[in-house]
């Protein structure tokens, strides 16, 4: 009877061993899949923050660009404008003069007209 006693008790054990192995092996396997779910919300995170950066970088470069390419057109313009008015006076006195020459005292001469 002891024998049997001591061989139930033995396969009592036995099970509850195996059963705590199985809760262990289940919280292992439970601790390991939060563990990835935290690796791979964190790499989210972090493609998130790389790419609002990288956006950010963009953003920064291009606006850069913008004033760059506003400050060389407006130095162009002015660079245009001042080679234009040294040449303005000139010109308008030749316009006047071939005006002048060409439909002096005519009735077709618009200069004429603006005279009387």
């Given at each position: ?20 192995a ?55 313009r ?39």
């Amino acid at each position: 009877m002891e024998l049997i006693r001591r061989i139930k008790q033995a396969e009592e054990q036995a099970q509850q061993i195996i059963e705590q192995a199985g809760a262990e092996a289940a919280g292992q396997a439970e601790q390991g899949r939060q563990r990835r779910r935290q690796l791979l919300e964190e790499a989210e995170q972090e493609r998130k923050r790389a790419a609002a950066e990288a956006v950010a970088q963009a953003e920064a470069q291009a606006q850069q660009e913008v004033e760059n390419l506003k400050a060389r057109a407006q130095k162009e313009r002015h660079d245009l404008h001042e080679r234009v008015e040294n040449k303005m006076p000139g010109a308008v006195a030749k316009v006047i003069n071939y005006l002048g020459t060409h439909f002096a005292e005519s009735p077709q001469n618009p200069v004429c007209c603006l005279r009387d």
